[in-house]
């Protein structure tokens, strides 16, 4: 019988280049374990990460009667617990070396006393965290997507094309907005010249209830803040359509695939009368890659939206293994591969 596969918290290799990695070995302390030894305790909070230079862990969970289920298995090139060196978190399963492990260990306060320099560097690496916790996001969102679920409605069909290909772009909106925006949580570390700045790159969009942002497969052009109203996000899954997400003021749309360069994984369509600020794919990377203050406090932004997301995707995935433990959902829920997905992400930030 083979072992379990590498779960979300295993991270693909190629995310830091040499810079990134450079910055680790500035940060990390070398760390070793014999095979058998504890990494991470299941159910501790979490101080920092782990990214493995050499060796193999296995991350288990406990279950009632002593027993455990493994969950993932990583190796060299990963890294663990990426997400406490964002925010506070409680790690959810045990990490046992399988071998002797060598590793890079990276405190998070370390991890924030870095970032503040705001170095060529420092980019890079918050870069590549922000990769990681996309890739996380779209591991786990197509694990709840397979799985059916009761409440979820017949899929219309939908025109082809941008819908938003003949809506106006403004550069205001038909209330004041300047002083609305700092309240924002998107902008909650921004100054008056930091909104200025994205401001000067960015147009806003009016639009009515159940009007259309972007479709599945689209190619990206521009990610939204938004203001005022709500965005649904939803996919189609056969004859059907599952929501993922109702998003209001202040969340970021379409940044995750703006970010990493990919198609729209999903639709998007307002909830209601709406209010969008639209920044473009050229003005992102303009601010994203400014290498300033401003672009240091967008990147906290997008990591805050993708830790936000993480917990909504567990919120859903918590809900399907306790439906998948009711007798008539069983067949169609694989509980052991949601909860491997659930726990194997090794920590969950903001609990």
């Known amino acids: ?12 290799p190629g995310l830091l280049d040499e810079a990134g990695m450079e910055a680790l070995r500035r940060l990390g302390k070398s760390v070793a374990y014999v095979e058998g030894a504890v990494l991470l305790q299941q159910g501790r909070q979490v101080r920092g990460a782990f990214f493995l230079e050499s060796g193999e862990v296995e991350a288990r969970v406990a279950l009632p009667g002593g027993d455990h289920l493994p969950v993932a298995r990583l190796g060299a090139g990963s890294m663990l617990g990426e997400t406490a060196l964002l925010e506070q978190g409680i790690c959810s399963a045990t990490v046992v070396a399988r071998s002797g492990v060598n590793a890079l260990f990276v405190d998070r306060d370390d991890f ?17 965290l922000a990769l990681m916790l996309a890739r996380k996001l779209r591991a786990l969102n197509a694990k709840v997507l397979a799985c059916d679920a009761p409440e979820d409605p017949r899929a219309q069909d939908e025109p082809r094309g941008d819908p938003l290909a003949n809506v106006p772009r ?8 300047r002083r609305f925006l700092p309240l924002l949580a998107v902008f909650r570390e921004f100054g008056e010249d930091d909104i200025d700045r994205v401001m000067a790159r960015a147009r806003f969009l009016e639009l009515p209830r159940a009007h259309r942002i972007f479709a599945a497969g689209q190619a990206v052009g521009a990610s939204w803040i938004v203001v005022r109203g709500a965005v649904e996000i939803s996919a189609r899954r056969g004859a059907k359509r599952r929501r993922i997400a109702v998003l209001g003021p202040g969340e970021w749309v379409g940044v995750m695939s703006q970010l990493d360069g990919s198609v729209h994984g999903a639709d998007a369509r307002a909830r209601e009368s709406s209010v969008l600020l639209e920044i473009g794919r050229a003005e992102f990377d303009a601010l994203y890659g400014a290498g300033d203050a401003t672009s240091a406090r967008i990147q906290r932004a997008i990591h805050r939206a993708f830790l936000q997301a993480l917990k909504h995707t567990n919120n859903q995935l918590t809900r399907l293994i306790s439906q998948g433990r009711i007798r008539s959902h069983r067949a169609s829920v694989p509980v052991e591969e949601l909860q491997a997905a659930l726990y194997g992400q090794l920590c969950h930030a903001g609990v």
């Open 112 to 128: 924030r006393a870095f970032v503040a320099q705001r170095n060529e560097a420092v980019i890079g690496l918050q870069h590549a």
């Open 1 to 12: 019988m083979s072992g379990p596969d590498p779960g979300p918290g295993a991270q693909p």
């Open 170 to 177: 403004k550069g205001s909106a038909f209330f004041e907005t």
